[in-house]
């Protein structure tokens, strides 16, 4: 009986908990900044792309997080950032993107690739750009849903961003509509 016990706590699951529910050690209140869930109705997790998050300017308000690669590489520290837009109308994504599309080369990126894609499920359409004159290249993630419009957008230094784009891909790999 006595080795009952001993056994028992070998084979014991660890408990992450506090003693009171919702308190300050509680899970529930416990602050993290690699889940992010918007009002909008999705969810994204960095948790795997060991990237920080950073609390976007309050003079953008269709910018709702980013995330920065904690490399400085060529001057500059690759992020992701996350803005969403409100449609007045729902259209398919094809239309959605056309629009988009006709904005690059006028302020000075070359298309490289584009290309639909599904993400967990959901219909997702992606941009790889790259700045003509500077130095930046960019991927943006288009998601689409009704009236809402969900845009990740990579950018980082165009000698590092095949590096830091395994990163973004993680982060953007873990989209998810809510509702």
């Known amino acids: 009986m006595r080795y009952f016990f001993l ?3 070998f084979f014991s699951a660890t408990v992450n908990g506090a003693p009171i529910p919702a308190t300050s050690s509680s899970a529930v209140v416990k602050s993290t900044h690699d889940y992010f869930i918007s009002k909008m109705g999705f969810s994204i997790n960095a948790s795997n792309a060991q990237w920080t998050s950073e ?6 308000p269709t910018l ?3 995330y920065r690669n904690p490399k400085v590489e060529h001057g500059m520290q690759a992020s ?3 803005r969403y837009d409100h449609l ?3 259209m398919p994504m094809k239309q ?3 629009q988009w599309i006709k904005d690059y080369p006028r302020l000075g990126f070359e298309i490289l690739s584009s290309k639909p894609l599904k993400v967990n499920g959901s219909a997702a359409f992606l941009i790889d ?3 003509r004159e500077g130095s930046k290249q960019l991927r943006q993630v288009v998601f689409l849903k009704e009236k809402k419009a969900v845009i990740l957008t990579c950018r980082d230094h165009k000698d590092s961003f095949e590096k830091s784009v395994k ?3 993680e982060i953007i790999r873990t989209f998810k509509w809510l509702i």
């Open 7 to 9: 056994i028992l706590s």
């Open 55 to 60: 609390t976007p300017p309050r003079n953008i």
């Open 64 to 66: 709702v997080a980013i």
């Open 80 to 82: 992701l950032s996350i």
């Open 88 to 90: 007045k109308q729902q």
């Open 96 to 98: 959605f993107v056309k």
């Open 129 to 131: 750009t790259i700045h």
């Open 167 to 169: 990163g973004c891909n």
